[in-house]
């Protein structure tokens, strides 16, 4: 553990625990700068889209960064508006990745709404999704839960409070840089339960902790949470220095897909072989990467191979 004092970190990419000290209260900051700005152009998304992948993947490293797993974390938003499915996942290590599906005819019709109600304009109703898959040897957990808030933050919200019952504050910024690149910023805290955290903290105290705690993360701008040269523990000592505020080395984040040819060939070979050539155009079967938009293109000759001369 360290004090801000002797942090000296990168300015992007990476999450940033940290705890208020003498209560139960355990926080992480997120900080995306070039990484997400390299998966949002990998697809054409109009404004609307990318800046709400952009929350999602900022939200879904909060989430995973707050369990401790070997694998891979997963957000995932699916519903009846605009954008009909959103997903995002991180793995153990720090690699992101993220893809959305929309209706352009239905997002042009949006209008006002989205500034207005952005999670309700752009998702409808559905429902939001967190996944934890640890490999083939393990139970996958899986928490499901409408969505319900004006954000995606407030659907979050809304999840832990109907199925975790933990209080969670979670503050979100999106935006671009002078140069036009994609950054993201965001802050989640939450309070441990009561068999957590320092033995000494009364319950009142920890309300009063809390209640101050929030005060001061609404008071958080987007500019600050966007800002490159605002290091995330300075802007933590900035916000809760006042209640002693540690922080902990952060975690790099990086851009990693997890496809491959050999992945593609896999799955082609699990399908009937008709059925895949029904798929060629100009003689060629082309698989595209959702999440990084790599294509895989395969020819009878490669086809043959793939099916082993059946």
Known sequence: MTDQATVRTPMDDLVQPFQIEASRLRGRMVRLGPELDDILNRHAYPEPVARFLAETLALAVLLSSMLKYEGVFTLQTKGDGPISLMVADVTSVGDLRAYAQFDEEALRKA????????????????????????????????????????????????YFRQSEQIDTGVTVGVGRDEAGG??????????????????AVLASDTEDDWRRAMVMLTSVTTEELLNPELGASTLLYRLFHEDGVRVWPPQALRFGCRCSRERVETMLASLPREEVQDLKVDGVVEVVCQFCSTAYRFDDAELERVYGGV
């Open 111 to 158: 209008g006002d709404d989205v500034d207005i109600a952005p999670a309700p304009a752009l998702l409808g109703k559905g429902y939001i999704a967190f996944t934890v898959d640890q490999g083939a040897d393990t139970d996958r957990y899986q928490g499901i839960v409408e969505l319900s808030g004006k954000t995606l933050a407030d659907c979050v919200q809304h």
């Open 182 to 199: 994609w950054r993201a910023g965001a802050i989640m805290m939450q309070r441990l339960p009561p068999d957590q955290g320092p033995a």
